[in-house]
């Protein structure tokens, strides 16, 4: 089986602008550099160390994706940025484009579901989204995307083994100013957006108000059902408040909404094996095997759809020789998914409903400044995290039959704490160190409760059909189980040396870890293997670099190698458990 993704779309824009260009703020004044010519390669600011640094100063593997570059190379959402980043990439799951599945330097994760983790950290205005579901918002009036590769468990915590993606808005400025986007394209696409930036009170207090939709018809379409697939609609809304009460303090509010719907992808059966048919359901579907292309025969065009809320409230006191931070958040998802994995009208192998429903809460405080004449660059902060979710699921019953069986339902709770130091100690102008680490504890708990029945009628299945922790010998009363709580335990660190032969061009080797959480099963097993919990994953990796500028600042040459340890990598795997005929898919810590 294969998935078809849509063909490059042919845009067109009209500008109308109101004022000048859409320039924001920085929280912090950075050290200003010299005009550049009209030939020379603009110098770029970067929060990868989570302050301000220029670009070719960080040493670390750093794209930096300024607003200007989204624009000219029409990046209009996060799942884009895999074109224009090595060794990003960006898909979408089986269940649909509400979720994502992001991977960098071949770190990938192989399973969404509510309990297991991403392998790359997604942040917006740094805010850690611990889901995809509904992170592939559109990039409209971005200031800046950044894709660091490799480990960043020390300053941006867990579940960034593979890397991160560091986003950021555009803050309200002191200037009346604006712009309004219209687009059309072939397959019936239809954007457009519009930016306002008002100053209520000079520079004092600023808000901006961002709106973009976009929507186009389907690539393809089921000819068993003659409707489209790959149709996608969605509307995205941001409201940003800059406030200055006093000097040294800055109060940036951000609330955004997404929302998108579409129909399920272009699913087409590509290949039939009779030799494991094992029953006249499968064998039924030799006639509709497909090369491939954008019809699919598929029985069943669930609609997709997402919700998504987030809210942001950061607070920063900058002081003459430090700055104290603060960042609170809350994000809200509602996500309804479903799709045909066979692709034929054969009632097979369907989920007919994927619902996950819940909300996080974070906190985190820093503290950044520079000590003995500057020669000691230091940041330090604690983080809190918590997460509560609602997976179900309903799916075709084992039997094949035109009957909908409720699958699993389950909750999930967790819970994140941490506390982190770096520094980079200035041995001489053209050499540095740098040590940091991060002391991490994750708690998780789950409670499944997986009574199944029939979907049309609720009337509940029989024997171990109608509870498989019956089966499994695990229920405790009503169908549930409610395992102990897991917890775990892991630092995250990093070591690294840097110079600058010329005083300007940079070198630099390091040494850096991180982890990804371990967690529970997805659930549907029949036995007590089934519902075994699976342990954290780990990476080393070892990075040798340059940051180069040449021919007079027209040539940036930012090159970096590095080889990286993984092990008890997180794998999920089908098998039939003993006693039962049906296939579930578990994870395992399958190997390094």
């Not at 009574?451 to 229920?475: F, K, M, Q, S, W």
Request: with cysteine; aromatic share 8%; net charge neutral.
């Amino acid at each position: 089986m294969s998935v078809n993704f849509c063909p490059t779309l042919v845009r067109t824009a009209v500008l109308a602008v109101l004022a000048t260009p859409i320039i924001g703020h920085t929280q912090a004044a950075a050290p200003a550099a010299p005009a550049a010519s009209a030939s020379e390669l603009q110098s770029i600011t970067v929060t990868a160390t989570r302050r301000e640094d220029s670009l070719q100063d960080v040493p670390a593997a750093l794209t930096a994706i300024t607003a200007a570059d989204l624009q000219r190379s029409q990046i209009v959402d996060v799942k884009s940025l895999s074109a224009r980043a090595p060794s990003l990439l960006i898909t979408d799951t089986p269940v649909g484009k509400n979720n994502m599945i992001i991977g960098m330097r071949g770190i990938t994760p192989t399973s969404i579901s509510s309990n297991n983790d991403p392998t790359v950290g997604v942040y917006v205005n740094g805010v850690y989204y611990a889901r995809t579901a509904g992170a592939n918002a559109a990039l409209v009036d971005m200031q800046q995307v950044e894709v660091i590769r490799g480990p960043q468990g020390t300053l941006f915590g867990r579940n960034t083994i593979g890397g991160a993606l560091n986003m950021t808005t555009q803050r309200p400025t002191d200037k009346l100013e604006g712009s309004v986007r219209l687009g059309l394209g072939n397959y019936g696409e239809r954007n457009a957006g519009a930016v306002l930036n008002v100053p209520v009170m000079g520079d004092k207090l600023a808000v901006r108000l961002v709106a973009d939709h976009a929507q186009h018809d389907g690539f393809g379409k089921t000819t068993t059902l003659d409707q489209p697939l790959g149709d996608d609609k969605r509307d995205y809304l941001r409201f940003s408040l800059r406030a200055k009460p006093l000097d040294a303090l800055d109060v940036d509010l951000y609330l955004d909404r997404f929302k998108s719907s579409a129909n399920s992808q272009v699913w087409v059966l590509t290949y039939f094996d009779p030799a494991i048919a094992t029953s006249a359901a499968l064998r039924s579907l030799a006639p509709y095997v497909r090369e491939g292309g954008f019809e699919s025969t598929a029985g069943f065009n669930p609609r997709n759809t997402a919700d998504v809320d987030n809210q942001v409230l950061t607070l920063a006191w900058h002081a003459p020789q430090y700055t104290l931070k603060s960042i609170t958040a809350r994000r809200a998802i509602d996500v309804i998914s479903g799709y045909d994995l066979d692709a034929t009208p054969v009632f097979i192998n369907q989920i007919q409903r994927y619902g996950v429903k819940g909300h996080q809460l974070s906190q985190e405080l820093q503290a950044y400044g520079g000590a003995f004449d500057d020669k000691l660059e230091w940041i330090a902060g604690v983080y809190g995290f918590k997460e509560e979710l609602q997976d179900s699921s309903n799916v075709t019953s084992p039997s094949g039959t035109n009957t909908l069986a409720r699958l699993n339902q389950f909750d999930v709770d967790q819970k994140s704490t941490s506390i982190f130091a770096q520094g980079t100690w200035n041995f001489t102008p053209q050499l540095r160190a740098t040590a940091g680490a991060r002391a991490v504890r994750d708690t998780r708990g789950i409670d499944y409760h997986a009574p199944r029945y029939i979907v049309e009628t609720g009337v509940p299945l029989a024997g171990a059909a109608g509870c498989p922790l019956v089966a499994a010998g695990l229920d405790q009363g009503g169908c549930r189980y409610a395992p102990p709580d897991l917890s775990f335990k892991y630092m995250p660190w990093t070591l690294g040396v840097d110079y600058k032969p010329d005083g300007k061009n940079l070198v630099y080797g390091k040494v850096t870890s991180g982890f990804r959480s371990g967690g529970f099963q997805p659930a549907g097993a029949t036995n007590v293997p089934g519902y075994l919990p699976f342990d954290k994953e780990k990476v080393v990796s070892f990075e040798l670099g340059t940051k180069w500028l040449t021919m007079q600042n027209r040539l940036r040459l930012n090159a970096a190698a590095y080889v990286a340890k993984y092990t008890d990598i997180q794998q999920i795997a089908p098998h039939i458990p003993a006693g039962s005929t049906v296939t579930v898919s578990s994870v395992f810590n399958a190997g390094e």
